[in-house]
């Protein structure tokens, strides 16, 4: 089976740079993926890492480390509008496609 | 934005009844989820579908059945309702295995059982 980590709450303030960490335990794994939610909303996908490394997309980066399980969400010139909950998703192979495990999610509070 | 459309997107009944909501998406994407999502706990599989008549059981699976006769559409049905079944459920559609085909998620159905 698999398991993910991560914090439950992380506050930081506009304009700042802020990382959100997941470690995951895994029987097979292909990936990390990284969703957002904002409150009422559906989650949508923002980040995808399958090889060590990082993965720039504008203000968000997203990082692996396959020897250590462990990734991270980085979000930099931090605005209002990315207060949200932020899952990390790991990736395994199946009949099912991209057969997602989630973790719990990290609730960020951006403050002015 | 991906075409999913989840319906009702708000229901209340009592414990006992026959719930079914449905998925409805006009990417012709072969997978479709069913998630449900509590406080504390993210996002649970409860069953998917890897293509017409082809279904499987994800995590959280009890009490809940599925079917897909096309396409387009994937039903998620709690035949005898409970008070635990009370949550936001999310459909989501996945274009293949490509890493590069994310999942997406429709707007979620918020579901009560009283």
């Known amino acids: 089976g698999q398991s993910l980590e991560q914090p439950s709450e992380v506050t930081a303030v506009e304009g700042a740079i802020v990382q959100i960490n997941c470690t995951y335990q895994?029987?097979?794994?292909?990936?990390l993926s990284w969703y957002q939610q904002h409150d009422g909303g559906a989650p949508t996908f923002l980040s995808y890492?399958?090889?060590?490394g990082l993965e720039e997309t504008g203000r968000f980066s997203s990082f692996l480390s396959r020897s250590d399980s462990y990734g991270y969400l980085l979000l930099q010139e931090l605005q209002m509008k990315d207060s949200a909950s932020y899952f990390c998703a790991v990736r395994e192979e199946s009949n099912a496609g991209n057969m997602l495990t989630f973790g719990g999610g990290t609730r960020l509070m951006v403050k002015p | 934005d991906a075409g999913i459309t989840q319906s009702p997107r708000h229901k209340v009944t009592e414990t006992g009844t026959p719930v079914t909501l449905r998925c409805h998406q006009t990417e012709n994407h072969r997978y479709m989820y069913w998630y449900r999502q509590d406080p504390g706990h993210g996002l649970r599989l409860i069953h998917y579908s890897y293509g017409v008549k082809d279904t499987d059981k994800g995590e959280v699976s009890d009490g809940y059945s599925v079917s897909r006769s096309k396409t387009e559409d994937f039903l998620l049905t709690l035949e005898s309702a409970t008070s635990s079944q009370t949550s936001v459920y999310f459909c989501?559609?996945?274009?293949?295995?490509?890493?590069?085909?994310?999942?997406?998620f429709g707007d979620g159905t918020r579901l009560s059982i009283l």
């Open positions: 989501a559609i996945s274009g293949g295995t490509d890493a590069n085909q994310p999942q997406h």
């Open positions: 895994t029987s097979g794994f292909y990936g």
């Open positions: 890492n399958a090889l060590d």
